[in-house]
């Protein structure tokens, strides 16, 4: 199935970094964010991709041109301009780069590339945002439901310790536990070829009006991922996804 990343805006919350680069080019483990959840879609057989650009294109788009020399060893011969590599990537990656517009909004951007994806359905996700999510089953489920839409909803990390208080005791103190009530737009959504005539043009938000009306039209349906999600919105974000991948316990890692 043909994979949508969303890669496009400024990510202001994240400006430590994103003056030079944009968002989903911070580098997890030396690879950057969006090639994290691209291993992750590739893992389940989802090879087929499809970048929204916007914000810096060009930094994403000199990425993967020059991926293969960027993850080679090679032998340049000066004199003849001959080029020999000694290993080869093992990525079997398509992806296309389609430069959306900086000033698009997500809906938008979907909107953007109805073109390239066809009459077919198409999964849709955030270049900030890392999951163990299990792919398959999220299709499976999507399938098994039969409507237009379906979004993964998460349980975000508490952005403080959460106490539990029994009148003026505390019973229980967590520190940044996984919060255990409310559910959150996770991204990795699942849609049929109709969710493109939902959205209206390039000022339009995805989480606004489209998936409002699939939604109010009965039409949306939530695959619940229990397990590790996390985005990338600030430093301290990018501090923790470093951390656990240089611990070699991150659970995305494939």
């Known amino acids: 199935m043909k994979v949508i990343l969303l890669a496009g805006g400024f990510g202001t ?22 090639w994290h959840i691209m291993q992750t879609y590739s893992s389940f057989g989802h090879k087929d991709f499809f970048v929204a650009l916007g914000y810096k294109a060009e930094v994403i788009r000199e990425y993967f041109y020059n991926y293969k020399a960027l993850n080679s060893d090679f032998t340049v011969d000066l ?6 590599s000694h290993h080869q990537n093992d990525v079997d990656w398509r992806v296309t780069l389609v430069d959306t517009g900086e000033k698009t909004m997500t809906g938008g951007r979907v909107k953007r590339l109805k073109n390239f994806i066809g009459d077919e359905p ?29 979004v993964s909803a998460v349980r975000p990390v508490a952005r403080f310790g959460e106490l539990e208080i029994n009148g003026d005791t505390v019973i229980s103190f967590q520190e940044k536990p996984q919060l255990q009530k409310g ?22 938000l995805l989480e606004r009006e489209p998936l409002e009306t699939a939604a109010a039209q009965g039409q949306l349906m939530a695959y619940k991922h229990e397990d590790f999600w996390h985005c990338m919105d600030t430093k301290r974000d990018h501090e923790l996804l470093e951390s656990l991948w240089l611990s070699g316990k991150a659970p995305w890692k494939i």
């Not at 944009?22 to 580098?27: E, G, I, L, Y």
């Not at 955030?126 to 999220?138: F, M, R, T, W």
């Not at 559910?183 to 339009?204: A, H, M, R, S």
């Open 183 to 204: 559910w959150i737009n996770g991204g990795y959504f699942v849609v049929e070829p109709g969710f493109f005539d939902l959205i209206k043009d390039d000022q339009t």
């Open 122 to 150: 198409c999964m849709i996700t955030y270049g900030d945002g890392v999951a163990n999510i299990d792919v398959d089953a999220l299709l499976r489920f999507h399938k098994n439901h039969g409507k237009m839409v379906t």
């Open 13 to 34: 919350r994240l400006a430590e970094y994103t003056g030079l680069i944009p968002k989903p080019m911070v580098p997890i483990g030396g690879k950057p964010i969006l």
């Open 79 to 84: 004199k003849t301009g001959s080029v020999d």
